[in-house]
């Protein structure tokens, strides 16, 4: 395909319609646009700051706004095509004769022109004024990689085909040339099914080449296929839909936000900007690196730097430098990508504000994609006011990757449900666990094959298991491709070098602060489809680039908090329900409510402090739920009237004071995003209760906003229940999924105290079940917070683990994570790091009661509904916890993730060993089954011997043989084997 221009371009255009073209720039300090006539073969020239020497030229490629630093250069906007230059001065819509530009069987639409003038050059699309264009997209990630758009204006038949590709294999000299089709399947044999695009060159490492081709009469299939000699690619063709993403902002009196389109990256980003209740302190916004936080403490400046971060400026604009716009009025390439109000001026002086603008260095698409980010706005003294996170409205997969032992922390992948091909916003939040580290650089990260294993045997094992990189089937372009890996070349990364698209990590000992947080946006890594990271590791190595391997976490899906009323209680007149879902923490909470049968009676309705207590006589009462729902200590008083204010004005759990009553009503239905409604960590609103208040104040009626269960999920609930001078129990409920993902630990204490001193009591779930003596439990020295991912617990362990930051905490310290309980007060506290499933489940352990350095009571937390089972049988060489719970999951034909062990060690006898295993499997009861578990010949290795016999255990049943039970097996071993049944089956 490649002749000279002049050839080139006759070929591709012929003879052509009757059409006017049109072109904006804003760019490099040139603004204004130039007007094409096709039937005056003229040029329409309006533009600012030109010098007298003016080369224009049209180029294959259209320019991607706001994805490169130098986005006019060839090696962005492809061949030149048409040159036309101006020597004289150039005044407001002057217009040249431009003979030959339209001596073409196609349209100029979806090409770049580029105007170089005073040693500078700007350019933009050309598009045809009322057309709309589609786009279309497919990526090659083989021996050729890169991507190839397909874009039709209007109705026509026709397709403009631009590829940007590169060998992705080293050692090639030359550009190759290839074949590119459209094609119904996959299936290269059937050629004549397939439309033929042409031949296309493909660049050389490192950099790739962008061609654009004219093709008359083809159709988009949904295959493509790319041919080199006698080797195929096929890669499925995916619609390019436009962005359209929204900011809510709703904070300190401010309502409004800010609506973000971009139709395709070949399109300039429109915002529509509405407020109202702006006061004139308001004046600048800005897009920030970070998304909003959700609030974990009432100081807490959600805006700050610690939590949105800087501006976002991936070109690295000097904001100081005397060359950076003071005003609005440049073009908009010279300020920082996210400043909105310096190139578009300031909110200040309006009580409420409405606009519709244009930026044209504002991407919503590719790697500088503001989607996922955040708006923050300041005050005229600079600080910051308000803000809110830039997102979808559309679904969305998200996955997560929790780290827990030496780096803590998570990374978030978030990808739009419809396309594995779009953009993957990826948000990273990791310090150290120990607080007093120093902070280390230059980490590589990647995606593993495969997930940790579930051994527990060596912890050594943990990420050795993960194995190597991720290179999933037809997506091998980057092996081998590690010195040409670099963010501004992904295709000739591996899939699994998340370090090399974008940048190494740098790793602190802070827990809230702008250091502990990157972001990214991936054009590769997909959620779904064959490639996906989902079920797959993610690795940090260690600094300096070396390879040690220094954490590790598994990426799962994350799935949506939801809640729902359940059961009326009180006057049950109102019927309807308050349903909530949350897809993430730093995305607002979405709220349905339906009422009927309000009969002009209510007022409010409210989220309360506690659940309903069912079988009480006044379920809805003050002294059963208490109050509002109010953690943040919003001073009511000061709150404004209702429906008037910013939510973060009321109580979290004021939902008629954020939205207005329900006065004089007899139906009522509302759906409402909140930022300030959390449902997870600390002060989630699941679990608690919904009352409906009569005009008066007094309450109607009331339900439980129960979580609702995933369709993958099942529920896991443990008891702990305390009968000595501390009497009770503490609830704990929790949602596990088969990837070994759980949900957060909703907690119930209701504990009372016959001791009349102080009644906050200390709480700590601990390693191992200590045993009550006499009725006491021990003062034991070693009695230390579970801590299974070895939490560095020294010098500055107490300010960073916290309510807000379970993860860096114990995982059994229930004190630092939650504070004090109050023996004679209902509380319910969210915890999001206390597992009940899995291999580091805390059921099976002891919860211990302190004042101080003494210990009131202890107690086993135990499992309700399943049913403990336990086997005794002899010690093996190497026993495999993997081994073992497959063999009971296939004798009982139930899923391996739910097996699980409990915490157990080796029973030590005189004339041998015996291994003791506790397990349950959730949501099964067959008494009969399990008893009978041993006898089954898939359980051969796990069966019993003469000194080492099985036994069930009820539920609640201690799960560890103790120092005062070696005896009974001392005797046993001495040959006294009726005590054997006896030991086996009793309740430890």
């Known amino acids: 395909m490649w002749l000279p221009w002049g050839t080139a371009f006759l070929a591709l255009w012929g003879a052509t319609l009757s059409v006017n073209f049109h072109v904006d720039l804003n760019m490099a300090g040139i603004q204004g646009n130039i007007k094409l006539d096709s039937i005056l073969q003229t040029a329409l020239i309006n533009l600012t700051s030109i010098c007298e020497n003016v080369t ?34 150039l005044q407001s819509n002057a217009t040249f004769k431009v003979s030959g530009l339209f001596l073409a069987n196609r349209g100029l639409a979806g090409l770049s022109l580029v105007v170089k003038t005073c040693s500078r050059q700007a350019c933009g699309n050309v598009r045809k004024p009322g057309s709309t ?74 950099q790739a080449m962008k061609l654009g081709i004219w093709v008359a009469n083809a159709t988009v299939t949904p295959f493509a296929l790319l041919g080199y000699k006698d080797q195929w690619l096929c890669a499925e ?88 716009p003071k005003a609005p009025g440049a073009t908009h390439d010279l300020y920082e990508v996210g400043d909105l109000s310096g190139r578009h001026g300031p909110l200040d002086g309006m009580n409420a504000f409405a606009s519709m603008i244009t930026d044209w260095n504002l991407p919503l698409f590719g790697r500088n994609s503001i989607v996922g980010r955040s708006i923050v706005i300041h005050k005229a003294d600079n600080s910051r006011f308000s803000c809110g996170t830039i997102g979808y409205e559309g679904d969305m997969i998200t996955a997560v990757a929790v780290f827990r032992k030496t780096v803590v922390g998570r990374i978030i992948f978030r990808q739009l449900k419809s396309n594995q091909y779009s953009d993957m916003s990826i948000y990273l939040d990791l310090s150290y666990s120990n607080a007093s580290a120093l902070p280390t650089a230059n980490h590589k990260w990647h995606v593993h094959e495969f997930p940790i294993s579930t051994e527990t045997d060596t912890d050594s094992e943990a990420c050795s298991s993960t194995k190597g990189g991720f290179i999933p089937a037809g997506m091998e372009a980057g092996v081998n491709n590690s010195e040409r890996c670099q963010p501004l070349n992904p295709f000739l990364c591996e899939v699994s070098d998340c370090s ?106 409210h989220v309360h402090k506690l659940p309903i207590m069912p079988n009480s006589s006044d379920p809805c009462s003050d002294p059963l739920i208490r109050g509002h729902f109010n953690p943040f200590l919003v001073n009511v008083t000061l709150s404004p009237a209702p429906g008037t204010g910013t939510v973060d004005k009321y109580e979290v759990g004021d939902i008629s004071g954020k939205y207005g009553t329900l006065a004089n009503k007899d ?77 957060d630990t909703t907690i119930e204490v209701n504990l009372k105290s016959s001791e009349t001193q102080g009644t906050e009591l200390e709480w700590y779930i601990l390693n191992r079940f200590l045993q009550k003596e006499d009725g006491q439990c021990p003062q034991a020295a070693d009695a230390e917070a579970y801590n299974p991912h070895d939490i560095y617990q020294g010098p500055g362990y107490s300010s960073s683990c916290s309510q807000g930051y379970p993860l860096h905490c114990a995982v059994g310290d229930m004190a630092g ?29 002891g919860l211990v009661l302190k004042r101080g350095l003494d210990v009131l009571d202890c107690a086993l937390i135990g499992l309700e509904g399943p049913i403990v089972t336990t086997l005794v049988f002899p010690m093996m060489t190497a026993f495999s916890r993997y081994e073992f719970r497959s063999a009971v999951a296939i004798v009982l034909t139930e899923p391996l993730w739910k097996v699980n062990i409990l915490p157990e060690g080796p029973i ?34 796990f069966r019993s011997s003469p000194l080492c016999s099985p036994g069930t255990l009820p539920n609640g049943a201690a799960l560890a043989l103790t120092s005062q039970q070696q005896p009974v097996l001392w005797l046993l071993a001495l040959g006294l084997l009726p005590w054997l049944q006896l030991v086996a089956t009793s309740a430890f």
Request: proline share 5%.
């Open 500 to 605: 090399g698209r974008h940048k190494a990590l740098n790793l602190s000992n802070l827990v809230r602060s702008a250091d502990s947080k990157a972001f990214f946006t991936d054009t590769i890594l997909p959620l779904s489809g064959p490639g996906s990271i989902l079920g797959k590791s993610l690795m940090i190595h260690g600094a300096a680039q070396t390879w040690t391997r220094v954490a590790c976490a598994n990426i799962t899906f994350l799935r949506p908090s939801l809640g729902k009323t359940g059961q009326w209680f009180g006057s049950k007149q109102v019927e309807g329900a308050f349903s909530v879902s949350q897809n993430l923490d730093v995305d607002p909470t979405g709220i349905s409510v339906s009422f009927t049968n309000l009969g002009s009676l209510c007022g409010g309705y």
């Open 667 to 743: 139906t009522f239905s509302q759906q409402r995003l909140d930022s300030n409604l959390p449902l997870s960590e600390s002060y989630s609103i699941l679990g608690r209760s919904l009352v409906i208040h009569y005009s008066n104040g007094s309450r109607l009626q009331c339900a439980n906003i129960e979580p609702q269960k995933a369709p993958d999920g099942e529920w896991v609930r443990a008891k702990v229940e305390f009968n000595g001078s501390v009497s009770g129990s503490i609830l704990m409920v929790q949602q596990v999924f088969p990837d070994g993902s759980y949900s």
């Open 908 to 941: 030590e006898m005189v004339l041998g060993k015996c291994l003791k295993i506790s397990f349950f499997v959730i949501g099964y009861s067959d008494r009969a089954e399990l008893e009978s578990i041993q006898d089954h010949p898939v359980m051969q290795k």
């Open 133 to 206: 264009i589609r786009t279309w997209q497919a990526k090659f990630y083989s021996f050729i990689v890169g991507e190839a758009y397909f874009r039709q204006e209007g109705d026509e038949a026709s397709l403009t085909v631009m590829t940007d590709f590169v060998v992705a294999r080293a050692g090639e000299s030359v550009p190759l040339n290839v074949s590119l089709y459209l094609s119904p399947t996959c299936n290269s044999s059937e050629r004549k099914m397939n439309v033929s695009l042409g031949t296309y060159k493909v660049g050389i490492q490192p």
């Open 817 to 845: 994570k939650h504070g004090r309980v109050t023996a004679g007060t209902r509380q319910l506290v969210t915890d999001a790091n206390l597992p009940l499933a899995g291999d580091l489940t805390v059921v099976g352990r």
């Open 56 to 89: 224009i030229t049209l180029r294959e490629f259209p320019v991607m706004y706001g994805n490169f630093l130098e986005p006019c250069e060839p090696l962005q906007t492809g061949n030149q095509l048409y040159q036309f230059t101006f020597n004289k001065p």
């Open 237 to 324: 063709v995916k619609p390019v839909g436009a962005k359209s993403v929204n900011a809510l902002i709703n904070m300190n009196g401010v309502r409004g936000g800010f609506n973000f389109t971009q139709v395709s990256p070949f399109d300039p980003t429109e915002i529509l900007v509405s407020f109202e209740n702006v006061t004139g302190l308001e004046k600048y916004f800005h897009v920030h690196k970070f998304p909003v936080p959700q609030r974990k403490d009432p100081q807490e400046n959600l805006c700050d730097r610690s939590s949105t971060g800087d501006h976002w400026n991936p070109f690295n604009a000097n904001v100081t430098a005397a060359s950076y």
